[in-house]
C-alpha cells in the first residue's frame, strides 16, 4: 500500500507563464501563490507539479486582478487524473499498435520505473481511447475534402492478445493511415462489430470503396451486413505472415540457438580482453570485434519477410571472413573457437531456404 512517505523523494517541478510583462501596462508580473500543485506520473517518473499563478505588480494597472498561469502545466495531465498524457498515449500505443498483452505492458512500465496495477493499466487504455474519439473528428474534418473526393478504403484490424478475453479493433483509412475507430469489444460477434466499428463509419457520410481485413469470419459477416455490395479483400500481409508462419518459426529458433551458443563463448573471451594489458595493440581491435559480435546478436526479425536468424548467419559470416583476413596479416591470435556454433547453423540453413 502507498503511504506518505512515499511522496518524500518525488522531484519537484514548477511551472511560470511563457510571458514576464503584463500585456495590459508592461510591467513585470509578480508571482501571486500556487495556483494547483499535484502528484503526475510521466514517462519521465512520478513527478510534483506546481502551477505558479502571476500578476501585474501595477496595483493601478486595469488588469491588475488578471492572473497568468503556465498553458504548458495544465497541457500535462487531464483534470482530475494524476497520469499525465505521455503515459496513456504510450500504453494506447504498446496495446492497439503493438498487440501487447497486459502483463507485457505492465512489465515495460516497470521498466520505466513505473510500477502500475493491471487495473490501472485498464483504465488507461480507457482513456486513451477517450482521448482518441476526442480528437478523431478533427482529423478527419481536416481531411474531409479528400474523402469527399476519394472515398473511404477502410482497413479492420481485430487483435485478441490475451487469448479468450476482449477483443481489440482499429479500423483506419488505409489510403491516408489515420485511426478512424479504436474500440476495445467484449466479443467478436458480428452484430458487435457492426453495430460499434462499421455503423459509426457509415454515418461519417463517405463513400465506402473497399474493406480490407483478415479472412475472420465474423468481420466478413458483419461487412456483408453494414455495407452490402461493398468489395472485401483478404489483407496481403496477414496472408503473407500466416504463409510465412513456418519459415519465421524456424528461422526465429536457428537465431535463438546461434544467440546462446556465441553469447556463451563470448562471455569468458570478453573477460579475457578486459584483463589483458591495456598497451597491447591488438586489443582495441578485438574489442571491436567483440562490439560488432554483440551488435549483430541484437538483430530483431519482422515477419513475413526479415528473417533475423538469417540476418545474424550473415554478419557471423562476414566477422568471420575479416578476423581470418586480420589473421593472415598476423597480430591477431585466433578466434576460431568463437565461431564454431556458427557450424551447427550451417545444417539449419538449406533446410531453412528448401
Ligand atoms: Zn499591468
Not at 485498464?122 to 478523431?136: H, K, S, W
Not at 474493406?211 to 458483419?222: G, Q, W
Not at 513475413?304 to 586480420?326: I, N
Not at 578466434?335 to 531453412?352: E, G, K, V, Y
Request: charged share 25%.
Amino acid at each position: 500500500m502507498r503511504t506518505a512517505k512515499d511522496n518524500a523523494n518525488v522531484p519537484k517541478r514548477y511551472y511560470r507563464p511563457t510571458i514576464t510583462m503584463c500585456p495590459r501596462c508592461g510591467a513585470p508580473l509578480r508571482w501571486r501563490w500556487t495556483q494547483w500543485d499535484k502528484y503526475v506520473v510521466t514517462l519521465e517518473g512520478r513527478l510534483h507539479i506546481f502551477s505558479l499563478a502571476y500578476s501585474c505588480s501595477r496595483s493601478r494597472c486595469s488588469g491588475a486582478r488578471v492572473l497568468y498561469c503556465s498553458v504548458e502545466a495544465e497541457q500535462l495531465s487531464p483534470k482530475g487524473s494524476s497520469f499525465g498524457f505521455d503515459v496513456m498515449v504510450q500504453v494506447g500505443r504498446w496495446r492497439f499498435w503493438d498487440h501487447r498483452t497486459l502483463d507485457e505492458i505492465a512489465a515495460l512500465l516497470t521498466a520505466l520505473r513505473l510500477p502500475v496495477s493491471r487495473r490501472q493499466i485498464l483504465y488507461l487504455i480507457d482513456d486513451f481511447l477517450a482521448l482518441l474519439r476526442a480528437a478523431q473528428p478533427v482529423k478527419i474534418e481536416a481531411q474531409r475534402n479528400y474523402f469527399q473526393r476519394h472515398g473511404l478504403v477502410l482497413s479492420l484490424d481485430g487483435m485478441e492478445p490475451e487469448q479468450g478475453n476482449e477483443m481489440l479493433f482499429i479500423v483506419r483509412e488505409a489510403n491516408l493511415d489515420l485511426t478512424l475507430v479504436a474500440a476495445t469489444l467484449y466479443s467478436s460477434r458480428a452484430d458487435l462489430i457492426s453495430r460499434q466499428l462499421l455503423e459509426p463509419i457509415k454515418d461519417l457520410g463517405f463513400r465506402i470503396r473497399a474493406v480490407v481485413s483478415d479472412a475472420d469470419k465474423n468481420i466478413r459477416r458483419a461487412v456483408e451486413a453494414s455495407l452490402p455490395g461493398c468489395p472485401h479483400q483478404a489483407c496481403q500481409v496477414h496472408c503473407l505472415c500466416d504463409a510465412g508462419k513456418l519459415t519465421f518459426e524456424a528461422d526465429r529458433a536457428m537465431k535463438t540457438d546461434l544467440r546462446r551458443d556465441i553469447r556463451a563463448k563470448l562471455r569468458p573471451l570478453s573477460r579475457q580482453l578486459s584483463q589483458s594489458s591495456q598497451a597491447d595493440p591488438v586489443l582495441g581491435v578485438l574489442v571491436d570485434y567483440g562490439e560488432a559480435l554483440r551488435d549483430a546478436l541484437r538483430a530483431d526479425g519482422l515477419s513475413p519477410f526479415e528473417l533475423a536468424g538469417l540476418q545474424l548467419y550473415d554478419s557471423l559470416r562476414h566477422l568471420e571472413t575479416s578476423l581470418h583476413r586480420c589473421e593472415k596479416k598476423g597480430g591477431i591470435p585466433s578466434c576460431l573457437p568463437c565461431w564454431t556454433s556458427r557450424l551447427s547453423a550451417n545444417a539449419m540453413r538449406p533446410r531453412l531456404l528448401n
